[in-house]
């Protein structure tokens, strides 16, 4: 299916297309070490819906992540965010444009409690760029403060955090250290929502939470990037589903359709069948 086509489709529960789509990534390509990672890959985005990102391991997810979180450099083509050009900002001014992220590997900073660990996503939001501000005028950076503890505390009352909020992550579940993660990321209140398999290591109950949880910031309007190897959940909660293989794009379309196209099944079976050969 072409991306003309996947725009025109009247997508389950999906918004109407957008004239400027959240996020457009055209014809990317990236070389990492002498291998075509990503190799033309396209797609695009609409406001206030939930995509889904699948491929067998070493597809490309991560990389097209961390291209369009501005983690690393394109080697050709380009990234659009909102219609602004992602390739010309830092990762900062990135995540001023609405985007936040998890991470495949947790990332807390083990030395901060979980509310600090949210606040850090809060901080960059709400503070922006203000420096010099922070100096010079106490009461202001004091007024901020209250502001990102809010916020790290909303965050974190959405994922059932609040009990756990002065503990330090490694006293916690790997679970629940991912449950924190993704709280960081929705203190930054953020307009796109890119999830890099965020319920690794969970169990179903911790799975099917996440999910749910998905599901409502998506009725609130948040655009979400799922990179999930449960390709149920995929087709449960994802309006849209691409699949990657080999640093391609080899489907688009709705979830439980691509599943079942002869490409996909191939890229996730014949791969185990070619190994165990
Ligand atoms: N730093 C690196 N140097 C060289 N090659 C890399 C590097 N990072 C990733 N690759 C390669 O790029 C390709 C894409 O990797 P990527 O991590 O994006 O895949 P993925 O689909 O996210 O895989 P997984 O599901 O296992 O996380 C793979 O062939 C991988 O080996």
């Not at 760029?129 to 909303?154: D, I």
């Amino acid at each position: 299916m072409t991306d003309a086509m996947t725009q025109a489709a009247p997508d389950a529960g999906g918004a109407p297309a957008t004239a400027v789509p959240a996020l457009e990534v055209r014809e990317a390509a990236v070389n990492l070490g002498g291998v075509k990672a990503l190799d033309g890959v396209s797609l695009t985005v609409h406001d206030g819906r939930l995509y889904g990102l699948a491929g067998p391991n070493g597809s490309g997810k991560s990389t097209l992540l961390a291209a369009i979180s501005r983690l690393l450099d394109l080697t050709s083509g380009n990234i659009l965010i909102g219609g602004a050009d992602v390739m010309r900002r830092s990762p900062f001014q990135v995540a001023q444009l609405g985007l936040a992220r998890t991470f495949q590997t947790v990332r807390l900073m083990p030395q901060f409690s979980v509310l600090e660990n949210a606040m850090f996503g809060a901080d960059q939001a709400v503070f922006g760029s203000s420096f010099v501000k922070q100096w010079l005028m106490p009461w202001w950076t004091r007024g901020r403060e209250a502001q990102v503890r809010a916020r790290a505390e909303a965050a974190l009352d959405r994922l059932h955090l609040m009990d756990l909020r002065d503990e330090l992550p490694l006293n916690l579940s790997y679970g629940t250290q991912r449950k924190v993660e993704i709280a960081r990321a929705l203190a930054a209140e953020p307009h796109l929502l890119l999830l890099d398999e965020p319920t690794a290591g969970m169990n179903r109950a911790e799975r099917d939470e996440i999910g749910e949880l998905l599901l409502r910031l998506r009725h609130e309007g948040v655009t979400q990037i799922l990179v999930e190897h449960d390709l149920k959940m995929m087709v449960d909660i994802c309006d849209h589903l691409y699949v990657l293989d080999s640093g391609h794009r080899i489907a688009s379309g709705r979830p439980a359709e691509v599943i079942r196209e002869p490409q996909v099944v191939e890229a996730y079976l014949g791969r185990g069948r070619r190994a165990a050969a």
